[in-house]
């Protein structure tokens, strides 16, 4: 009898154990997903601490989610054309009515009323397969292998989504603050959409890589006042702040320009505003987290056009606790993804 194999929290502040069970089947506006990828996000630790409302343990994380469709549910949603043998993604928005890709499009699904996030309160891609709400489900373009798609789901979706709700133009100065799992994506997404890209991290041994990414300047943190740096160069339009040190954060503010936003993608507790400073050059600061199915569709076209591709370390699946401690180090460069097939 087909199996699914997996790596599941069974409580709060566990470690992931191996699962084994009966392959399951999906029900009425489902489809079963025979996954080839997953991202390990940091997000994932959310289902360790369980500081997440609605978490029913026992919980298969993971939510950088790609894959094949191998079984479909009857009946589906009028619109919802998905196949067996359909390359398809899966982020963090488990499927949600009026966010989906249909629905997006002018094609209503009526299908699901309450929010579901994949991972915590509906298992994850640690494993062989997933069910998937149809609308949780992106379309992966040629161009992008499994390993490639994955990241773009969470990391990659933040990043290009965050940068294009923004106001900026192309020839706009765009800083990135952090070159890491993040941040490598949003300096690559940054330069391929025309802007004056500006990396900040600390350490000269970075220089390289961020203009290896796209980045046309870069300030080493370390040894130079990132804000004074940047307003020596007119002032930022959009600093997208990926770091997760609110006292590194605080330092950027200040080279913020006129009609500036700051957008927060980096977990942070909290963040002082210099109201003044806002008040006075009408700048903004605000977050962005993740995006819908229809928002990930994009971020992969973007991405198989333009080039842009996740730095990975990949791990095959019978290593997924090695590969989550390997994320929570902080020391992977830059995203850590299961493949599944070996």
């Given at each position: 009898m087909p199996q699914l194999h997996a790596f599941h929290f069974t409580a709060?502040?566990?470690?992931?154990?191996?699962?084994?069970?009966?392959?399951?089947?999906?029900?009425?506006?489902?489809?079963?997903?025979?996954?080839?990828?997953?991202g390990i996000c940091h997000g994932d630790a959310l289902a360790v601490s369980g500081h997440f409302p609605g978490i029913a343990?026992?919980?298969?994380?993971?939510?950088?989610?790609?894959?094949?469709?191998?079984?479909v549910g009857s009946p589906l949603p009028p619109g919802a054309n998905w196949e067996s043998g359909d390359r398809v993604a899966i982020g963090w928005n488990g499927g949600y009515c009026g966010q989906c890709s249909q629905c997006r499009r002018g094609?209503?699904?009526?299908?699901?009323?309450?929010?579901?996030?994949?991972g915590l309160t509906q298992d994850g891609g640690y494993a062989t397969h997933v069910i998937a709400r149809?609308?949780?489900?992106?379309?992966?373009?040629?161009?992008?292998?499994?390993?490639?798609?994955?990241?773009?789901?969470?990391?990659?979706?933040?990043?290009?989504?965050?940068?294009?709700?923004?106001?900026?133009?192309?020839?706009?100065?765009?800083?990135?603050?952090?070159i890491g799992g993040l941040g490598h994506l949003g300096i690559q997404f940054a330069s391929k959409?025309?802007?004056?890209?500006?990396?900040?991290?600390?350490?000269?041994?970075?220089?390289?890589?961020?203009?290896?990414?796209?980045?046309?300047?870069?300030i080493d943190a370390k040894a130079q006042d990132p804000a004074a740096e940047l307003q020596c160069l007119g002032g930022a339009r959009v600093?997208?702040?990926?770091?997760?040190?609110?006292?590194?954060?605080?330092?950027?503010?200040?080279?913020?320009?006129?009609?500036?936003?700051?957008?927060?993608?980096?977990?942070?507790?909290s963040l002082a505003v210099p109201a003044l400073q806002l008040l006075g050059r009408r700048q903004?600061?605000?977050?962005?987290?993740?995006?819908?199915?229809?928002?990930?569709?994009?971020?992969?076209?973007?991405?198989?056009?333009?080039?842009?591709?996740?730095?990975n370390e990949i791990y095959p699946l019978s290593e997924g606790p090695a590969a989550f401690e390997r994320m929570l180090s902080g020391q992977a460069r830059f995203r850590v993804v299961l493949r599944m097939d070996e």
């Open positions: 709060r502040n566990t470690s992931l154990q191996a699962l084994t069970r009966e392959l399951p089947e999906p029900g009425p506006g489902a489809v079963r997903v025979r996954i080839q990828a997953c343990y026992p919980v298969i994380p993971g939510h950088e989610i790609a894959g094949v469709i191998d079984a094609q209503a699904l009526d299908c699901l009323t309450e929010h579901r996030v994949t149809v609308s949780a489900l992106a379309r992966i373009p040629d161009g992008l292998t499994p390993e490639e798609a994955a990241p773009l789901m969470c990391a990659g979706l933040t990043t290009f989504n965050a940068l294009r709700h923004t106001h900026a133009r192309p020839g706009d100065l765009v800083a990135v603050h952090g959409m025309g802007f004056r890209t500006v990396a900040i991290a600390r350490g000269a041994e970075k220089a390289p890589l961020a203009c290896q990414l796209g980045a046309t300047h870069y600093v997208l702040a990926t770091v997760t040190d609110a006292a590194a954060m605080q330092s950027v503010l200040g080279g913020l320009g006129y009609n500036g936003e700051f957008v927060i993608v980096g977990a942070v507790p903004s600061v605000r977050g962005w987290a993740s995006g819908t199915a229809a928002d990930g569709e994009d971020t992969m076209s973007f991405a198989a056009l333009a080039g842009i591709r996740s730095l």
